[in-house]
């Protein structure tokens, strides 16, 4: 079956044979756009956090039957490497990356709460990305780095 999906702003027709394939594996195995996570499959740790028409939502449990003609944004969707948009260049500034695994899921998780809430307080920062999880201990300098992009907004 075709799906037409918006990915980052450019129509995709997707041909997936499974209309319960996940979304993160459309988007990794079929689109090429890796920045998206495989972590732990379950929807409980945040790494393959994409937005559909700005919502957070997990890839891992999406099933591609479910968006057809829904806009998706990913990581890659925001900024470049010489250009990142506001919130990736505060998470490069605050250094908020150590092992980078939950990062993209972070900023994505982060994006749609500054969406919502332009200049959210540090409790509405940790209760947004209370879903999302960091093993590696960088979860302070990720609070800073959606704190710094939203005083840069």
């Not at 559909?52 to 449990?61: K, L, S, T």
């Not at 605050?94 to 982060?110: H, L």
């Not at 879903?131 to 704190?147: F, Y």
């Amino acid at each position: 079956m075709i799906y037409q999906l918006v990915v980052n702003g450019r129509r995709r027709s997707i041909d997936a044979w499974d209309p319960s394939e996940p979304l993160l594996y459309v988007l990794r195995e079929e689109l090429g756009l890796t920045g998206a996570k495989v972590g732990c499959g379950l929807g409980q740790c945040g790494s393959c956090t994409v937005l559909v028409d700005d919502q957070p939502v997990r890839a891992c449990m999406v099933p591609i039957a479910s968006l057809a003609g829904r806009r998706l944004t990913t990581i890659e969707g925001l900024g470049t490497p010489g250009k990142p948009d506001a919130l990736q260049a505060a998470f490069i500034a605050e250094q908020a990356a150590q092992c980078g695994y939950c990062t993209s899921g972070m900023i994505m998780r982060a994006r749609a709460l500054l969406g919502e809430t332009p200049r959210p307080t540090n409790d509405q920062i940790k209760e947004a990305l209370a879903g999302n999880l960091c093993r590696c201990g960088a979860h302070t300098r990720i609070l800073k780095a959606v704190m710094r992009a939203s005083r840069a907004r």
